[in-house]
């Protein structure tokens, strides 16, 4: 069988990843009985509204609850209610959707069951400001930390520590129910008290952290926000905490079982995969520098891997903003990987985030060619000024490169792909 062209290989590779994490899939199988009290289901990130499905269509007893997903993610449900918010800078609507649900938990038995669908996104859709501070402080400084090159763990105890819902608070608030908490991650490392800022996970980390990750970006704060963090009044619950008693949580699907579909999708077209790492973080300009040496010398020499190999890597990219372009990290990725390789022949990739949003926006990511250096030249784009203006959505959009796939309801984090063709056909 002839294989497939380098753009429909990576681009079946890029939709295995995302199916091995549809919650379709991945929810069902750890669905617990139903208690003898009520049942309710909350939630909250990109996936919320397809997990919130995926319970309703498995599950036989009473049932009812509010999730709160990205606007254009939402999914028909029957009876849970299902609120569509902003993603990444949050809005009235995550406000007020995370005050419903602080709200809903309250009052519950030990014979309740809290199901919590927790995915990537969830922190800025529970967008529930601290007393003492606005959602506009919050909406500032989260802008801030989106350009700050942050990664997405210190983002997230920053976030936590301005919270009145998140690291930890939900969990205590639905005390002395039962909380059973599903993960789809999309942080490295798959630390649920990471996703979405752990809403229903004790934080280990203070505010004296979160103050340290704004100095350490130079971020300045309102002075609401700087007054809040020094008092240590906003400070989150802690693994001792003995509200979390009841509590459960369960990572049910990652970046490496994407990652591991990918590679099985590879195999069966005839090429050998080589899995870099779940986790890789860094600037994805100096990442793209590092994994284009990798590719040349799979090509050169057969090492790490021999020709024809995929190498598929997952993890979270940062991107520090200082052009005008349109970006997205998994473009900019692309565009440095294209500036790195520099019409090397025979090596082909494609970086997508597996929600469908490469960062705020209209695309997952896009493909990079042999030839697509030849071809912008050929229309008078010069990448390297692309690069510098952080405008990899403007570079490959004007090749028709861009991977369009609209949300996919599901967020195990940024996918990549790079195939070394080799001689051999």
């Known amino acids: ?112 069951l809290v199901l919590v669908l927790v995915s990537g996104g969830g922190s800025a859709l529970l967008a529930l400001p601290f007393e003492g ?51 789809i991650s999309d942080v490295p490392g798959d630390d649920p008290a990471v996703v979405a800022s752990g809403p229903t996970v004790p934080d280990p980390t203070t505010c004296a952290d979160a103050l340290a990750i704004l100095e350490k970006y130079r971020i300045a704060v309102p002075p609401t926000v700087e007054a ?26 990652t970046a490496q079982g994407s990652l591991a579909a990918a590679a099985e999708a590879a195999r069966a077209a005839g090429i050998e995969p080589l899995i870099l790492g779940d986790a890789i973080e860094g600037e994805a300009r100096e990442v793209a520098k590092a994994l284009a040496g990798m590719a040349k010398s799979c090509a050169l020499h057969g090492v790490p891997a021999r020709p024809p190999c995929v190498l598929l890597s997952g993890g979270e990219t940062t991107v520090t903003v200082k052009g005008q372009g349109r970006g997205g990290r998994n473009a900019e990725f692309l565009l440095a990987l294209a500036v790195a390789l520099d019409g090397a022949a025979g090596i082909h990739a494609l970086a997508g985030d597996t929600d469908g949003i490469d960062g705020t926006e209209d695309n997952a990511g896009a493909v990079l060619t042999a030839d697509t250096l030849a071809r912008a030249r050929a229309a008078g784009i010069d990448a390297k000024a692309r690069l510098a203006d952080n405008d990899g959505h403007g570079f490959f959009a004007a090749l028709n490169d861009l991977v369009v796939t609209g949300p996919t309801r599901t967020n195990v984090n940024d996918f990549r792909a790079i195939f070394i063709e080799g001689n051999s056909r």
């Open 228 to 253: 809040l963090l020094r008092s240590g009044l906003s400070e989150t619950p802690k693994p001792d905490d003995l509200r979390f008693a009841h509590c459960e949580t369960r990572v049910i699907a």
């Open 1 to 112: 069988m002839p294989r497939p062209s380098p753009r429909l290989l990576l681009t079946d590779l890029f939709q295995s990843a995302v199916r091995a994490a549809d919650p379709a899939a991945c929810v069902p199988r750890h669905l617990p009985p139903p208690p003898k009290g009520r049942t309710l289901v909350i939630g909250a990130g990109k996936a919320a509204a397809a997990m919130a499905h995926a319970v309703e269509r498995h599950w036989t007893g009473e049932l009812s609850g509010l999730v709160v997903t990205r606007y254009g993610h939402g999914v028909p449900c029957r009876r849970i209610e299902v609120v569509e918010a902003a993603h990444p800078v949050p809005d009235e609507a995550g406000r007020a959707a995370a005050a419903r649900i602080l709200a809903v938990v309250q009052g519950l038995t030990s014979d309740d």
């Open 133 to 183: 501070i606005s959602l506009a402080d919050k909406q500032q400084v989260n802008r801030a930390l989106l350009k700050s090159g942050a990664g997405i763990g210190e983002m997230n105890c920053v976030r936590k520590h301005l919270s009145a819902i998140k690291g930890g608070r939900l969990a205590a608030a639905a005390y002395p129910a039962r909380v059973l908490t599903l993960v």
